[in-house]
């Protein structure tokens, strides 16, 4: 039984769909890797290897490098999310 944001009664995992969709709005802000972990709620292993995931797709980049990396969405990125967030609004009527 599928609940709101692709949860499960039975498991409140979050689906890789829906931490993909939070991440892309939290770089939208231009965030480093610690406000991600912290918005997102996931571990700098898991951060780091979604964002790296991300990166490869096009759909988040790296805009500052000097002192600490800072990552933004692309406009891939926001088209995506978009349409996330499109696709989760008629799931959930």
Known sequence: MQQGGGRTRMNNRRSETDIVTEILR????????TRVMYSV?????AA???LNDLQKKGL???VDRSLRKR???TPRGK??????????????Q
């Open 41 to 45: 709620n996931l571990n700098h292993r």
């Open 48 to 50: 780091d290897k979604y």
């Open 71 to 73: 990552f933004q969405t």
């Open 60 to 62: 988040v980049e790296i």
């Open 79 to 92: 088209e995506v999310l978009d349409h996330l967030e499109e696709a989760m609004q008629l799931l959930q």
């Open 26 to 33: 939290v770089a939208l802000e231009r965030p480093g890797i």
